[in-house]
């Protein structure tokens, strides 16, 4: 039987997945111009900010796998 939910979760997924990478990708643009400035200490604790979204993400793609049909029954 298929979910008629489904392609509304997976569009979500899709959404969600990308918000979550570009805030990665701005902590980590913001940290390369922190230590291009020569502000390395602050570099590094914007790197911090990422681990957070990575998180997220892999939560996220895990459920996408769920939805795929990627996991073992």
Known sequence: MSDPQAPD???????RVVAQ??????AARAA??????????QA??????????LYE???L???????RGDHAE
């Open 9 to 15: 979760a997976a569009a979500d997924l899709v959404r």
């Open 44 to 53: 590094l604790a914007l790197l911090r900010d990422i681990e957070a979204p």
């Open 21 to 26: 990478l570009q805030a990665a990708a701005g």
């Open 32 to 41: 390369e111009a922190c230590a291009a400035a020569g502000n390395t200490d």
């Open 57 to 59: 993400v892999t939560t």
């Open 61 to 67: 793609l895990n459920a996408a796998g769920i939805l």
